[in-house]
Nanobody
């Protein structure tokens, strides 16, 4: 059974940092691009960041560019999201996902597997 399990969420003050992890089990995703999305109450799920299968290609939403960094360790079947300079508007449930493809994607329809999500709350 394929599972993506996120961890590292929590409550942090504005300006602080968190590092999210997403560990995959059940199969390897070393040939798949991976991504992070988020959903705040009352909002649609939105793209945050994506990374290609080999980590060379990355993409970010404009709202998180220069603050968030996505990375991966294929040996550990794990993807990370380093979040710095957090703002209250970053508050959301963050989801890890694996695409059908090897290249990055901002479209959630291109993602085959999803984690259950981890809550990030940024206080002002």
């Amino acid at each position: 059974q394929v599972q993506l399990v996120e961890s590292g969420g929590g409550l942090v003050q504005a300006g602080g940092s968190l590092r999210l992890s997403c560990r995959a089990s059940g199969r390897t995703f070393s040939r798949n691009a991976m991504g992070w999305f988020r959903q705040a109450p009352g909002n649609e799920r939105e793209f945050v960041a994506s990374i290609s299968w080999n980590g060379v290609g990355t993409a970010y939403a404009d709202s998180v560019k220069d603050r968030f960094t996505i990375s991966r360790d294929n040996a550990k079947n794990t993807v990370y999201l380093q979040m710095n300079s957090l703002k209250p508007e970053d508050t959301a449930v963050y989801y890890c996902a694996a695409t059908y493809y090897s290249s990055i994607s901002t479209n959630p329809a291109n993602y085959e597997h999803w984690g259950q999500g981890t809550q990030v709350t940024v206080s002002s």
